[in-house]
């Protein structure tokens, strides 16, 4: 299947050139050509079908095409060595936890299976000695990290801005040591975000590296995303709950809730979804006005959708052909500030025993508010609370308890590089 930018000024490129490139060379957002209907009949039976039946046959309606049948079936059950579960919280509502992989949030799916792909494509031409660089405020960089590691052929450098992501997410990738190499830079995220986009505009590192992202942007990451919403259809089915269903999704850069978009077009009975903001309400905004305005963003305590200009509302627009009217007929916004967060939280522990993490208290609160007669919500919980220990403890007053799998990062060694913001040193270090 080919994919075109949302830009329309590249070319047409295959789903090779789309996971090498990420970006459309017009800074557009590669879309599939097609959004193919899956038959009834899948949708009849889907109860009973385990994660990894549901998720290949999702994966085989986009990549079927490029990818012989038993190698995408290798791909899509080795990402999913871990399920996502639907737990009850109270009547009607429903958690869709999307923290059991190994990073503890929702972004190891796309992680794992994008590492697996690129992985594939690169032995495919024969190729070694391919650099994916990564920019993170904390999520995505450990999700990244930990699904490409020993991935052959392929080297990861994730640059974090020091002293501003807290101690469990920086030990998450500069404990793993292998094929990834933690970079400490003395600045902020953009400060980051920008000495990676330097290096892909630069002409000698190009010249002289095979250099690639992994940022959310990429279909690689962005696609498989629709896989956990189809096995929540099929979880809440077998509990007799899935009609009228309503899917409200925690928000930043919008890939998690458009990939959920596509399975709608796909045929996945869901009525309508929510998308649910912190103070950078954007989206709601857009909503509400009919205009899109992007502006800075703002710190909140649900931090990872602390989004001013979300890089997928450009695949929104595309999906619905640019119609404020279809989109508002299929999503709604709302924004939480951190104080309405916080007492979320407080109030969804005390009077259910569920402990939500602050990104997740957005989703759970707009279905709260949000939910018609006849109508069962699931909203997706991002990420454990225990990524967020201290913001969670503070607010409920109580210790909250540490997995297993944190734990064990916990206990690594942190081994990182440290580099001042400016870009030739960056560079240097690249080319050494
Ligand atoms: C990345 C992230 C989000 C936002 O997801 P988008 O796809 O950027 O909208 C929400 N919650 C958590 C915990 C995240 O890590």
């Avoid at 990290?145 to 801005?161: D, K, M, Q, R, T």
């Avoid at 809730?257 to 996945?268: C, D, P, S, V, Y």
């Avoid at 103070?279 to 001013?308: C, H, W």
């Amino acid at each position: 299947m080919n994919y075109y930018s949302t830009n329309h000024q590249s070319s047409i490129a295959s789903l090779q050139e789309a996971v090498v490139k990420g970006l459309a060379p017009d800074k557009g957002l590669y879309m599939p050509e097609k959004i193919k209907a899956l038959p009834a009949g899948f949708f009849e039976t889907i109860d009973q079908l385990s994660f990894q039946e549901i998720a290949y046959r999702v994966a085989d309606a986009f990549f079927g095409e490029d990818i012989e049948a038993d190698t995408l079936k290798q791909i899509v059950y080795d990402t999913l060595s871990f399920e996502t579960p639907v737990v009850k919280v109270e009547e009607n509502i429903y958690s869709l936890e999307l923290f059991h992989g190994p990073t503890l949030a929702f972004k190891d799916v796309g992680g794992r299976f994008m590492a697996r792909l690129l992985g594939y494509f690169i032995k495919k031409q024969g190729q070694t000695d391919v650099n994916v660089l990564v920019a993170t405020s904390g999520d995505t960089g450990s999700a990244v990290a930990n699904g490409f590691l020993g991935v052959e052929g392929i080297h990861v450098y994730v640059l974090y801005p020091k002293g501003l992501v807290s101690e469990i997410q920086e030990k998450q990738f500069t404990t793993l040591g292998k094929n990834i190499t933690a970079l400490e830079v003395d600045g902020t995220f953009d400060d980051c975000q920008r000495l990676v986009k330097s290096a892909f505009m630069d002409e000698e590192l190009n010249a002289k590296l095979k250099l690639t992202s992994a940022n959310s942007i990429n279909v690689a990451r962005f696609l498989p995303q629709a896989f956990y919403y189809f096995n929540a259809y099929a979880q809440l089915k077998k509990q007799g709950k899935a009609d009228n269903l309503v899917v409200c999704v925690p928000s930043g850069n919008f890939g998690n809730i458009t990939a959920g978009l596509f399975g709608k077009r796909m045929g996945l009975p869901i009525k309508r979804f929510i998308a649910a903001n912190n103070q950078n309400d954007i989206f709601l905004q857009y909503l509400e006005t009919g205009k899109y305005s992007p502006r800075p963003s703002v710190a909140t305590i649900a931090n990872a959708m602390d989004v001013g200009d979300p890089s997928n509302f450009a695949r929104v627009l595309d999906l619905y052909g640019n119609s404020h009217e279809n989109i508002s007929a299929d999503i709604s916004g709302c924004r939480y500030l951190d104080e309405q967060i916080g007492a979320t939280m407080k109030s969804c522990y005390q009077s259910t025993g569920y402990l939500l993490d602050p990104h997740g208290a957005c989703g759970y609160q707009a279905l709260k508010e949000g939910l018609k007669e006849g109508e069962t919500g699931v909203f997706l919980e991002t990420a454990h609370p225990a990524k967020f220990v201290g913001t969670v403890e503070a607010i409920i007053g109580e210790k909250v308890a540490i997995p297993e799998k944190l734990q064990e990062f916990m206990k690594g060694e942190k081994l990182s590089f440290e580099l001042s913001k400016e870009f030739a040193d960056f560079k240097k270090f690249l080319l050494q």
